[in-house]
């Protein structure tokens, strides 16, 4: 951050063309500049963009340095994550948040909630960006006020050391803008369409913009089924469409994240166009599931491709939708990452059906034959039962080393009955350890959980519905909120400090003098909280 006395020095309004400004106090003017300091969205993109590249850079020496984001759907939701990170950890590096195109769909459209298909408004998507950012920006503002009310009460008290260190900590103070992963889905539309959006979500603050291979008007939610897919050269139409919006907009660093639904994609709306054999239209065509024919079998309106010297039909649906051969998945998405590598994307992001490491690392190994510097984004989702997976990994190894599993049903192993067992105790540990053991094994530099914000919601909300409206009544909500809120230091337990009051008083003072009417006196009942 600029040193707040650079700052201060840089805001001197003693006089401006030649006039006195009386009742301009210059260091209020400075305090003013510290608490905004990131002044639009495409100041925040660059930010941001150094920041990731710098942790790309740290992950690529030691993958023990990865990243980790949760989705977050309110401007307040992730004001809370970063503040209650900053508060635990000390630090956000390292920390960012994602914004998940599920979430905008089922939360946020002014259709009401949607399924993840790409139906909802396009500018619905930048529009959380910004107000993600807004209130980042405003968490920045309430914890630089506190700081200045520190250091004001140390000078009003003489105390030269307390207001030394009050004054550090306004020089070192730590942002709370972070990076954003920002969801593009298919692109909500053409190549133009797809530069357009993209402009609008790095004005707004994005610095990683994540696109996946699917067609636009057909788009599902990687973990649902109906996945089509796109040629090559389709995707790689919107991939340079982002980054000549990134340039354009002055963010030659900002990140694209392709990813590939193909693993769970068996669906495609076109074939390929390919000028020679083995071109890039030729192997995507050569996973279509395809019937050898002759001129006189061939009925009235079918397609067929010639490939080595065959005549071929591919198997076509009455969608109009051409099947692939099954098996071939994770033949395509390894083409899909190399190819997005090779033409402008900087991480990957690989839809999978289930958490599994070695899956995982299978695929990277090999694009990271051709690509060494081949790294993840990877979407630990809430679509995962993750207790039944990781139980039901356990019991196979356990199996492959010939121990005894009568005591457990595999296709059972989701129930309590076995959480205190010796199997449950190992997959939970595989669990805690899973992200740190992906970074190391399968390339994964940023983990992140899609929507575990909108799971939180509808949990808490609940517990405390049941709590509230059955016998414990008031009792529900300050045993189990606000006691909780106390204790634990949660910040917004002083709402109206979270809603700006506090900077709000610091306005009034700077503006009306004695004369303010200010909401932080004696009678303000949020001094009950002091304690």
């Known amino acids: 951050m600029t040193h707040f006395a650079e700052i201060h020095r840089q805001t001197g309004l003693k006089q401006q063309h030649g006039r006195h400004w009386q009742g301009i106090d210059p260091e209020f003017a400075a305090r003013l500049r510290a608490q905004n300091r990131f002044q639009t969205g495409l100041h925040i993109a660059r930010y941001t963009a150094k920041t990731m590249r710098e942790d790309m850079e740290a992950y690529d020496r030691d993958p023990a340095a990865y990243t980790q984001s949760l989705g977050c759907w309110h401007g307040f939701i992730g004001q809370q994550k970063m503040i209650s990170i900053k508060k635990h950890f000390g630090s956000a590096k390292g920390r960012y948040l994602y914004l998940s195109g599920w979430m905008v769909a089922a939360l946020r459209s002014e259709f009401g909630p949607l399924p993840d298909q790409s139906m909802h408004e396009k500018t619905s998507v930048p529009a959380l960006i910004e107000e993600l950012y807004t209130f980042l920006r405003q968490a920045d503002a309430r914890e630089l006020g506190g700081l200045f009310r520190d250091l004001d009460k140390a000078r009003a008290a003489g105390d030269e050391?307390?207001?030394?260190?009050?004054?550090?900590?306004?020089?070192?103070?730590?942002?709370?803008?972070?990076p954003i992963f920002a969801d593009i889905d298919a692109g909500f539309g053409n190549a133009e369409a797809t530069y357009l959006l993209a402009k609008k979500m790095i004005e707004a603050g994005a610095c990683a913009l994540q696109i996946e291979n699917q067609v636009s008007d057909e788009k599902q939610c990687g973990h649902q089924d109906g996945k089509v897919t796109v040629p090559h050269e389709d995707f790689l139409q919107k991939i340079r469409a982002i980054?000549?919006?990134?340039?354009?907009?002055?963010?030659?660093?900002?990140?694209?994240?392709?990813?590939?639904?193909?693993?769970?994609?068996?669906?495609?709306?076109?074939?390929?166009?390919?000028?020679?054999?083995?071109?890039?239209?030729?192997?995507?065509?050569?996973?279509?599931?395809?019937?050898?024919?002759?001129?006189?079998?061939?009925?009235?309106?079918?397609?067929?491709?010639?490939?080595?010297?065959?005549?071929?039909?591919?198997?076509?649906?009455?969608?109009?939708?051409?099947?692939?051969?099954?098996?071939?998945?994770?033949?395509?998405?390894?083409?899909?990452?190399?190819?997005?590598?090779?033409?402008?994307?900087?991480?990957?992001?690989?839809?999978?059906?289930?958490?599994?490491v070695e899956q995982i690392a299978g695929m990277v190994d090999r694009i990271r034959e051709v690509v060494p510097n081949a790294k993840l984004v990877y979407n630990n989702s809430p679509s995962f039962n993750w207790t039944l997976n990781f139980r039901q990994q356990v019991y196979d190894a356990w199996q492959a080393e010939g121990r005894d599993l009568s005591m457990y049903d595999r296709e059972?192993?989701?129930?309590?009955?076995?959480?205190?067992?010796?199997?449950?105790?190992?997959?939970?540990?595989?669990?805690?350890?899973?992200?740190?053991?992906?970074?190391?094994?399968?390339?994964?530099?940023?983990?992140?959980?899609?929507?575990?914000?909108?799971?939180?919601?509808?949990?808490?909300?609940d517990n405390l519905a049941k709590r509230y409206f059955g016998e414990e009544a008031m009792l529900g909500y300050v045993k189990q909120?606000?006691?909780?809120?106390?204790?634990?230091?949660?910040?917004?337990?002083?709402?109206?400090?979270?809603?700006?009051?506090?900077?709000?008083?610091?306005?009034?003072?700077?503006?009306?003098?004695?004369?303010?009417?200010?909401?932080?006196?004696?009678?303000n009942t949020m001094n009950q909280f002091a304690a």
């Open 243 to 356: 980054r000549y919006a990134f340039l354009e907009l002055g963010v030659p660093e900002g990140i694209i994240v392709a990813r590939t639904d193909s693993l769970g994609a068996g669906l495609t709306k076109q074939i390929a166009f390919s000028r020679e054999a083995g071109d890039l239209g030729d192997q995507y065509n050569s996973f279509l599931d395809c019937e050898e024919v002759n001129l006189e079998a061939v009925g009235n309106g079918e397609v067929l491709i010639s490939r080595e010297g065959r005549l071929l039909k591919p198997k076509r649906l009455p969608s109009n939708l051409y099947q692939f051969r099954p098996g071939t998945g994770e033949d395509r998405v390894v083409l899909d990452c190399i190819t997005s590598l090779q033409n402008g994307a900087d991480l990957l992001w690989i839809e999978t059906e289930k958490p599994h």
């Open 161 to 178: 050391k307390a207001a030394a260190e009050a004054q550090q900590a306004i020089d070192n103070h730590q942002t709370h803008v972070v």
């Open 412 to 461: 059972r192993l989701m129930s309590q009955h076995y959480d205190d067992s010796e199997l449950a105790i190992e997959a939970d540990e595989k669990i805690r350890t899973f992200q740190r053991d992906a970074a190391q094994r399968a390339g994964i530099f940023h983990h992140l959980i899609t929507l575990p914000t909108y799971h939180t919601a509808a949990l808490s909300t």
């Open 481 to 523: 909120v606000q006691r909780e809120e106390i204790r634990q230091g949660i910040a917004c337990v002083k709402h109206q400090n979270m809603a700006g009051s506090d900077i709000g008083d610091d306005h009034k003072e700077a503006f009306a003098g004695e004369a303010a009417l200010k909401a932080g006196g004696e009678h």
